[in-house]
């Protein structure tokens, strides 16, 4: 009898600490209206690195280091790739970008799904939303956004991990201007 309770309770207290990291996640994301970082972008082997911030719903602005004055805006509707050379310009809503720049839509998803402890440190969820399989990452220690992979338009494969992480900053609201084509 005492091993069946002893059972009971442990399932119940890992049970218990699951749902405490989720409700921890969720939390932090409901209380961050925007940030800004540091971010490392491996594309199908190709390393770029740079700054960016992120404003809650769908707006985020990266600076890309040291390549040709690269950038990347999305204003909530339309997202920019712009360098010195050349400019493409997409819908944000047929890009994984979408979704990873919509709290709300994270929050509910993070809810129904299973988290994974990818070590100590990294709590993982895979989202598979309309042909779309992204896996979000977050500390197990600050609960904070801290990556991505996601297979992008292209069909290449992206991961991007981000560092330096500040939060609730006041941002300048023309950093999300989709710049012009010149």
Known sequence: MFKYYSIIFLITLITNSNAEIKDKIILNLKETD???FKFEQNINGKIENGNCTI?????????YARSNNKILVSNGKSLVVKTRTSYYRYPLEKTPLNLILDK???VNKIRDLKERIVDANIINFTIIEKDNEINIFFDNQTFD???W???DI??????????SIRKNRIITKNLFIIPSQN
């Open 34 to 36: 925007n940030m800004d």
């Open 104 to 106: 709300n839509f994270l």
């Open 154 to 163: 292209y069909q290449n494969f992206n991961m991007t991990f981000i560092s």
């Open 149 to 151: 992979q996601n297979t």
């Open 145 to 147: 956004l801290i990556g």
């Open 55 to 63: 404003e809650y719903p769908k707006k985020i602005f990266c600076k």
